[in-house]
């Protein structure tokens, strides 16, 4: 950023001359501003609610990955979006609004209770205030109180798969898990080697996928950097294999096991925070946790 240093800073400029208009207000009757968010599998536009200090407020509960996205329409048309102006998945609440207008597809803001330390099932409210010039969206952890009465939508996970050609397949819940776990088998081609990642609610931008070959026991996500990168597992020419991923309160266990081979087991980082790496000493140049 230009906070950093102005050379490496290859962006563009805003310039004033005067301060920028911050007043904030309701909208006219007419336009009501809606939430779409991936608590609800993106399908509902739901109806933010006019507060007396002029901001629009909606609250939901954090999922089973402790992790949500949102944006904002008008009216609850996407001709009329509103998203963070840096475009792509945004974990701040300091940037620049852009809209309402038909572009942002795939722009959506981002909160997560992982690096915030909100356990699943906290109630998040999030903020909307309009202005003539500006507009701004900013959230926080509120009591359970205020938390929705409604039953949280029940979330699916999807495999896309060397197998499948590609195609995004349900997987199926585990019985008796209560929504935890899910499952699938297949088995593997004359290569004995398939390919494949996991995307949360079909959405190519909560994908969950391994961390690379310096922690090859390590996954990530659901989150938006999963993409071209995929599980690898090999063995027997059909040899039938099972997956099973589990994700409770923010931790992801992915297994994948056969009758002819010890499993392969990944699991996500602890406290869904980047952790230290140090160098193998009998590996240099290698870093591990």
């Known amino acids: 950023s230009y906070d950093v240093s ?31 968010g991936s608590w609800s599998g993106w399908q509902e536009m739901e109806e933010m609610v006019a507060q007396e200090d002029g901001a629009y407020s909606f609250v939901f509960r954090l999922g089973e990955t402790r992790a949500e996205s949102f944006f904002v329409t008008l009216n609850g048309d996407t001709s009329m979006r509103l998203y963070p102006g840096s475009l792509g998945v945004c974990d701040r609440s300091d940037v620049w609004v852009e809209g309402p207008n038909e572009g942002g597809e795939g722009a959506r803001w981002l909160v997560d209770g992982l690096r915030e330390e909100y ?14 010039v500006r507009k701004k969206v900013e959230w926080e952890r509120v009591g359970f109180s205020l938390a929705p009465k409604s039953l949280p939508y029940r979330h699916s996970y999807a495999l896309i798969a060397s197998w499948t050609s590609g195609l995004a397949t349900a997987l199926r819940e585990a019985d008796g898990e209560g929504g935890k776990a899910w499952e699938t088998n297949f088995r593997l081609g004359p290569s004995g080697r398939e390919t494949f990642s996991i995307l949360r609610d079909f959405d190519q931008l909560q994908a969950i996928y391994p961390a690379g070959p310096l922690d090859p026991t390590r996954l990530c996500g659901p989150d ?66």
Not at 259 to 270: G, H
């Open 6 to 36: 102005s050379y490496a800073y290859n962006g563009g400029y805003r310039y004033r001359r005067e301060a920028l208009d911050e007043t904030f207000g309701l909208l006219e009757e007419s336009a009501v501003p809606h939430i779409c």
């Open 119 to 132: 356990p699943s099932g906290s109630a998040i409210k999030v903020l909307f205030w309009w202005g003539p």
């Open 224 to 289: 938006h950097l999963g993409d071209g990168k995929h599980f690898v597992v090999t063995g027997r020419s059909d040899e039938r294999k099972h997956i099973r991923l589990e994700v409770v309160d923010g931790l992801v266990e992915l297994t994948v096991s056969s009758d002819f081979s010890r499993p392969e087991i990944w699991r996500s980082c602890p406290s869904g925070k980047a952790e230290l790496m140090v160098m193998d000493e009998d590996h240099p140049g290698v870093f591990r946790p």
